[in-house]
């Protein structure tokens, strides 16, 4: 018997503290770079810089995100990364409870092949991002059940009991994304001979 269980962070971008983001970053640079300390001093305060002066526009209103980091920003994604990294490292040896854990940004798949291991592992990780002031949503299924199924980015995990291993993958398709179309590089039209041209150079 054993535990597939999935948590994400609610709204990780607008709710990630700037001040957890700088900490993060700044050691990241301690540990993971070569920069002397004055010139980790001086990217830390280039991000803050960056952080501090974005500007997006809604209709004719111009507006500054005074919390959080910005949702599709150039470096928002590496940012949130490191973040989370930081925030997990100081329950990283609870984590090795799993039989498999990984992560892709704030998305976390783990199994466990316990209860006790399983429910372990959510609490310190609920513990860990609460301490930075933020909540975690989870998806669990475990093969006592003989079914249920765990989304994991694009991949839906189905408990069966029709494979060895306990579980199938299949694709996820979530509900923003049904009627999704896929374009196939080779489709042209008669009207456009430009487009045709180019695709063929590909």
Same mark, same amino acid.
């Given at each position: 018997?054993?535990?597939?269980?999935? !948590?994400? $962070?609610?709204? #990780?971008?607008?709710?990630?503290?700037?001040?957890?983001?700088?900490?993060?970053?700044?050691?990241?640079?301690?540990?993971?770079?070569?920069?002397?300390?004055?010139?980790?001093? *001086?990217?830390?305060?280039?991000?803050?810089?960056?952080?501090?002066?974005?500007?997006? @526009?809604? /209709? &004719?209103?111009?507006?500054?995100?005074?919390?959080? *980091? $910005?949702? +599709?920003?150039?470096? =928002? $994604?590496? #940012?949130?990364?490191? !973040?989370?990294?930081?925030? #997990?490292?100081?329950?990283? /040896?609870?984590?090795?409870?799993?039989?498999?854990?990984?992560?892709?940004?704030?998305? $976390?798949?783990?199994?466990?092949?316990?209860?006790?291991?399983?429910?372990?592992?959510?609490?310190?990780?609920? =513990?860990?991002?609460?301490?930075? +002031?933020?909540?975690?949503?989870?998806?669990? !299924?475990?093969?006592? &059940?003989?079914? /249920?199924?765990?989304?994991?980015?694009?991949?839906?995990?189905?408990?069966?009991?029709?494979?060895?291993? /306990?579980?199938?993958?299949?694709?996820?398709?979530?509900?923003?994304?049904?009627?999704? @179309?896929? *374009?196939?590089?080779?489709?042209?039209?008669?009207? @456009?001979?430009?487009?045709? =041209?180019? #695709?063929?150079?590909?």
């Amino acid at each position: 018997m054993f535990y597939i269980d999935a !948590a994400d $962070v609610k709204a #990780l971008y607008p709710s990630l503290c700037r001040d957890t983001a700088t900490k993060a970053f700044e050691c990241a640079l301690e540990k993971h770079s070569n920069f002397n300390t004055n010139a980790q001093r *001086i990217i830390v305060k280039l991000n803050e810089i960056c952080l501090n002066n974005v500007v997006t @526009q809604n /209709g &004719d209103q111009l507006y500054t995100q005074k919390n959080g *980091i $910005v949702t +599709g920003d150039n470096h =928002s $994604v590496s #940012l949130a990364n490191i !973040a989370v990294h930081y925030i #997990l490292q100081p329950i990283a /040896g609870g984590l090795r409870e799993a039989a498999l854990f990984r992560r892709f940004i704030d998305d $976390v798949i783990w199994i466990a092949t316990s209860k006790l291991s399983n429910e372990n592992i959510r609490q310190a990780l609920t =513990s860990a991002f609460s301490n930075s +002031g933020l909540e975690l949503t989870f998806r669990q !299924a475990w093969t006592a &059940d003989r079914k /249920g199924e765990v989304e994991f980015l694009d991949v839906n995990h189905c408990i069966t009991t029709d494979d060895d291993f /306990g579980f199938v993958t299949k694709d996820f398709v979530k509900p923003t994304a049904e009627g999704r @179309q896929f *374009i196939n590089r080779k489709s042209t039209t008669h009207s @456009q001979p430009s487009s045709q =041209s180019y #695709l063929e150079k590909e």
